[in-house]
């Protein structure tokens, strides 16, 4: 496994998660990577995204809520979740686009 995703779990609507996606130091400290979610009956949507160097990028129905951050360090990237909605549950994923490389998926669920 390449891109291991974890920190999904149950969180009441308005809390908070981190997410973490771990791989190996040569597949990850030169690429950008992002969060992508997968709702049940849904297709998968873009959430962010962080280049090598920390500029990251946001799907507006994240921004200000959702914060992506990296450990270059640590080979680790993370996505800090805030007021979370009841429509964040989905399966969260993290992505290396140059290679179009997918970790497992760590499932989220938001109750009302």
């Known amino acids: 496994v390449q891109l291991q995703a974890s920190g999904g779990g149950l969180v009441q609507a308005g809390g908070s998660l981190r997410l973490s996606c771990a791989a190996s130091?040569?597949?990850?400290?030169?690429?950008?990577m992002g969060w992508y979610r997968q709702a049940p009956g849904k297709q998968r949507e873009f959430l962010a995204d962080?280049?090598?160097?920390?500029?990251?990028r946001y799907t507006d129905a994240v921004k200000g809520r959702f914060t992506i951050s990296r450990d270059n360090a640590k080979n680790t990237m993370y996505l800090q979740m805030n007021e979370l909605k009841p429509e964040g549950t989905a399966v969260y994923y993290c992505?290396?686009?140059?290679?179009?490389?997918w970790g497992q998926g760590t499932q989220v669920t938001v109750s009302s």
């Open positions: 962080i280049t090598s160097r920390g500029i990251t």
């Open positions: 992505h290396r686009p140059q290679g179009d490389y």
């Open positions: 130091r040569s597949f990850f400290e030169d690429f950008t």
